[in-house]
C-alpha cells in the first residue's frame, strides 16, 4: 500500500509538473493548424520573445498589432495565454522548480526580483486579490505572470487565489494593450502628422522619465 501511495504521489508530481507544458504546446499546435501560415509565421516568434526582459506585453503586442499588422484579439489572448500557463505551473511547482537545477537558480532570482518589486508596489499587498489583478494588468516591466505569482506569494495569497487573479488580469491588461494599438493604428491612417507629433511627444516624456528615475538612483 505504502508502494503504491508513493507511486501514485510519484505521478501526481510528474503529471503536475508536465501538464501545464502539454497544455500550452497543444493549445499553440491547435492555433498554429487553424490559423493562416503567413499569420503563424509572424505570430509564434512573438510568444518566446515574451520571455526575454526587457521585452514585455507593452511592447510585444503593439509589435504584433502595428508592424505585423496581425488581429489583435489573437496577439493578446495569444500573450496572455503565456502569463495563464506560466502561473499554472507555479501553482503546482514553486517549492519543486526551486530545487531544480538551473531552473531553480532562475526561480531564486526571480524571487529575489519579485521582492523589490513587492517593496517597490506595496499598494499590491493591502488590496490583495484586486492588486494582484491590477500588478499584472498594468504594463509594469516585470509584471507578467511570473512576478505576479511570486509576488501573490510572498503578500500570503493562497495559489490558486494568486492564478485567478494572473489570469484576469493578464486577459484583461493585453486586451486593453491591443485594442489601444488599434486604435492608434486607426487614428494614424485618419492623421499621419498628428500621430508623428504625438509619438514624438511619447518619446520624450518617456525619456525624461528614464532621466529622472536614473537620476534618483544615484543619489540614492
Do not use: H
Not at 69 to 94: C, G, H, Q, R, T
Not at 129 to 147: A, D, K, N, Y
Not at 164 to 174: H, K, L, Q, V, Y
Request: hydrophobic share 55%.
Amino acid at each position: 500500500m505504502t508502494n503504491q501511495n508513493s507511486e501514485l504521489k510519484l505521478l501526481l508530481r510528474l503529471g503536475q509538473f508536465f501538464l501545464p507544458f502539454i497544455i500550452g504546446f497543444g493549445v499553440f499546435t491547435i492555433l498554429w493548424l487553424i490559423i493562416p501560415e503567413e499569420v503563424w509565421r509572424d505570430l509564434w516568434p512573438l510568444i518566446p520573445a515574451y520571455f526575454f526582459p526587457p521585452l514585455g506585453k507593452e511592447s510585444i503586442i503593439p509589435t504584433g498589432v502595428l508592424y505585423l499588422k496581425l488581429e489583435p484579439m489573437l496577439v493578446a489572448l495569444s500573450i496572455a495565454f503565456v502569463d495563464v500557463i506560466v502561473a499554472l505551473f507555479l501553482v503546482w511547482n514553486y517549492d519543486l522548480a526551486k530545487k531544480i537545477p538551473i531552473i531553480g537558480n532562475f526561480m531564486i532570482k526571480v524571487e529575489e526580483k519579485g521582492k523589490n518589486v513587492e517593496e517597490k508596489y506595496s499598494w499590491v499587498k493591502p488590496l490583495r486579490f484586486i492588486g494582484i489583478i491590477l500588478f499584472v494588468m498594468v504594463p509594469f516591466q516585470g509584471s507578467g505572470g511570473l512576478v505576479g505569482s511570486i509576488v501573490g506569494r510572498l503578500i500570503g495569497m493562497k495559489p490558486w487565489n494568486t492564478f485567478i487573479a494572473i489570469s484576469i488580469g493578464a486577459t484583461i491588461g493585453c486586451i486593453l494593450i491591443a485594442m489601444f494599438a488599434q486604435a492608434f493604428l486607426i487614428f494614424a491612417e485618419i492623421n499621419t502628422t498628428l500621430t508623428i507629433i504625438l509619438i514624438i511627444a511619447i518619446a520624450l516624456v518617456v525619456l525624461v522619465y528614464f532621466i529622472i528615475k536614473r537620476r534618483k538612483n544615484k543619489l540614492n
